[in-house]
């Protein structure tokens, strides 16, 4: 069966910092990572290892993995918080 899997780290950030989002997939023949607003991040894959990307982050975002037109996905959220939180 196909698979697909995405994460990002941190999954909460201040506006205007980055993320790196990595996925990886096994079993499917095409990938694409998109962003806020269907924007395509990414269409690099491997079946064998994980790929990592930076991202920049303006606002809530999700990034969703989806490989063979949709035959398996993932979604990653990324929340941002004020800069005034010191955690």
């Known amino acids: 069966n196909p698979t697909a899997y995405i994460t990002a780290s941190p999954t909460r950030v201040q506006n205007g910092n980055s993320t790196t ?3 990886s997939a096994s079993g499917v023949t095409s990938c694409s990572v998109t962003g806020p607003g269907g ?6 894959f491997s079946n064998t290892a994980t790929t990592t990307q930076s991202v920049t982050v303006t606002g809530q975002s999700k990034y969703t993995l989806s490989c063979d037109g949709g035959a398996a996905s993932s979604f990653v959220i990324v929340n941002v918080v004020p800069r005034y939180n010191e955690f």
């Open 21 to 23: 989002l990595s996925w």
């Open 39 to 44: 924007t395509t991040i990414s269409n690099t």
